[in-house]
């Protein structure tokens, strides 16, 4: 079993950042990408960006050029660094990891974390 930890979530004025912190622990044998989606009321839940195992990020065509998600595999951990906000970056963030369970190797699972809040406000 992993658990996703979040932190980080916050309000913050428009033009303002935020860093979005989300760290997996547990026993587990392998997780493969990490991510982070967000979701609005009303709407599906979209993705952010995402990153391998091997660091390779890419992100959501709303994002670009002002999000960074960066891994690091020692804990592991993923930092998504948010600059220049936007009203429309509002949302509840969700942390994301592929699994490979210890005890059942062959499976990938899907795992999240509880979430935690954006607010940015005009």
């Known amino acids: 079993q992993v658990q996703l930890v979040e932190s980080g979530g916050g309000r913050v004025q428009a033009g303002g950042s935020l860093t979005l912190s989300c760290t997996a622990s547990?026993?587990?044998?392998?997780?493969?990408?990490m991510a982070w989606h967000r979701q609005v009321p009303g709407k599906q839940r979209e993705l952010v960006a995402i990153?391998?195992?091997?660091?390779?990020?890419r992100y959501a065509d709303s994002v670009k050029g002002r999000f960074t998600l960066s891994r690091d595999n020692t804990a592991p951990t993923i930092n998504l660094q948010m600059n220049d906000l936007r009203v429309e970056d509002t949302g509840v963030y969700y942390c994301?990891?592929?699994?490979?369970?210890?005890?059942?190797?062959?499976?990938?699972?899907?795992?999240w974390g509880q979430g935690t809040l954006v607010t940015v406000s005009p």
């Open positions: 994301y990891a592929e699994v490979r369970p210890h005890e059942a190797r062959w499976l990938r699972q899907d795992n």
């Open positions: 547990g026993k587990y044998f392998h997780i493969h990408d």
């Open positions: 990153i391998t195992d091997g660091g390779d990020p």
